[in-house]
């Protein structure tokens, strides 16, 4: 589905990618974790480009995507922070977007889901952030793409929107679909990831199950799983 290969990139004299090598197949959920400054916002950016790497090569379904854009439309993106025009009501910008991507929508479905017909005539500068985030999750899953990229999706949201997030991303899963997923909520990464990509200094320090993670540093849970690996690279 994704194949990187050496890719690096520069801002100024910091190198926050390093010849990274990263081959992602089709289907299942991708967890990429890393702490702040690790390079998985950059490399997301890479990905749907948004951020032109220095060096290195960047496949979708075996097609380069660099300096190319006609293939986002075939993916799904939800940003870490949904910043909406405050003057458009929620109704107002779901029929914007749907207007710029020549692709069926199934919003209404996605309203029911997440409890939102009420809002429907509100200004967006009105909502709080957890009803921005539910906006934010609609816009990102109705249309249907192979390749959905999560930017900490469970931000503000409630526990009721967060069992139905879960849920929704499984069965998009159930449909053959790759979804890459950033986020600090380890509690979420074990329960619903297939694989971890774990960055450190723009380098990927593991690539597996989170079985075989904690197999590797000789512990019980993610958490500390994950902070073996961070001390080990500080050694």
Known sequence: MIEI?????????????????????????????????????TLI??????????????????????????????????????????????????EMVKNL???????KELIQLFELESYLEKKLGNLSGGTKQKVNLVLTFMFDSDLIILDEPTSGLDPVSLIRLKK?????????KTILV???IMS????????????????????????ELKEKTNQSDLEHAIA???TRADV
């Open 188 to 211: 979420l990464v074990e329960e619903i990831a297939d694989e971890i990509v774990f960055l450190l200094d723009g380098s990927i320090y593991f690539k597996g199950t989170v079985k």
């Open 45 to 94: 950016k890479c990905i749907l480009g948004m951020v032109i790497p220095n060096a290195g090569e960047i496949s979708i379904k075996d097609e380069s995507v660099l300096k190319k854009w006609a293939y986002r439309n075939e993916i799904d993106y939800l940003p870490q922070i949904a910043n909406f025009p405050a003057n458009l009501t929620v109704i107002e910008l779901i």
């Open 182 to 184: 950033t986020t600090h």
């Open 168 to 176: 929704l991303i499984d069965e998009e899963k159930k449909k053959g």
């Open 228 to 230: 073996n690996i961070i």
């Open 101 to 107: 991507r020549p692709k069926p929508a199934n919003e």
């Open 5 to 41: 290969k050496n890719l690096c990139k520069r801002f100024g004299k910091l190198k926050v990618l390093d010849q990274l090598d990263l081959s992602i197949h089709q289907g299942g959920i991708f967890a990429v974790l890393g702490p702040n400054g690790s390079g998985k916002t």
